[in-house]
C-alpha cells in the first residue's frame, strides 16, 4: 500500500472533518489469475467500505509479468482508491 496523497475539504466557514486519501494498492500472484483475483477480493472489501469510511475505485491497472531472480515470474494488479473517512 501507498498513499498517493490526502485531500482535505473545507467549507465556506473552514476545514470539515471528512477527508480523503488516495491509496495504491498492489496485488501479487505467481500467475495472473492469481494477482486478479485478489484484486477482485480487496475491490469487494473496499467497496463495502466500513465504519467510517468508505473507498472507490478511481483506476486500475495490470503490470503484467516481472521477473526474479532464479527464474520466478510474478504478476501484479494495481489499483488507485479514493477512501473518504471523518477525521
Given at each position: 500500500?501507498?498513499r498517493?496523497s490526502t485531500?482535505?475539504l473545507?467549507?465556506?466557514?473552514?476545514?470539515v472533518?471528512l477527508?480523503?486519501?488516495?491509496?495504491q494498492?498492489?496485488?501479487?500472484?505467481a500467475?495472473?489469475?492469481?494477482a486478479?483475483?485478489?484484486?477482485?477480493?480487496?475491490?469487494?472489501k473496499m467497496?463495502?467500505?466500513?465504519?467510517?469510511w468508505?473507498a472507490?475505485?478511481d483506476t486500475?491497472?495490470d503490470a503484467?509479468?516481472?521477473?526474479l531472480?532464479?527464474?520466478?515470474?510474478?504478476?501484479?494488479v494495481s489499483?488507485?482508491?479514493?477512501?473518504?473517512?471523518?477525521?
Amino acid at each position: 500500500i501507498q498513499r498517493i496523497s490526502t485531500d482535505r475539504l473545507y467549507s465556506h466557514e473552514g476545514p470539515v472533518d471528512l477527508t480523503g486519501a488516495r491509496l495504491q494498492f498492489d496485488c501479487w500472484g505467481a500467475t495472473y489469475g492469481a494477482a486478479r483475483n485478489a484484486f477482485r477480493a480487496l475491490l469487494d472489501k473496499m467497496e463495502t467500505g466500513g465504519t467510517g469510511w468508505k473507498a472507490f475505485l478511481d483506476t486500475e491497472r495490470d503490470a503484467g509479468a516481472e521477473d526474479l531472480d532464479g527464474g520466478q515470474r510474478v504478476f501484479r494488479v494495481s489499483g488507485d482508491f479514493n477512501i473518504w473517512y471523518k477525521d
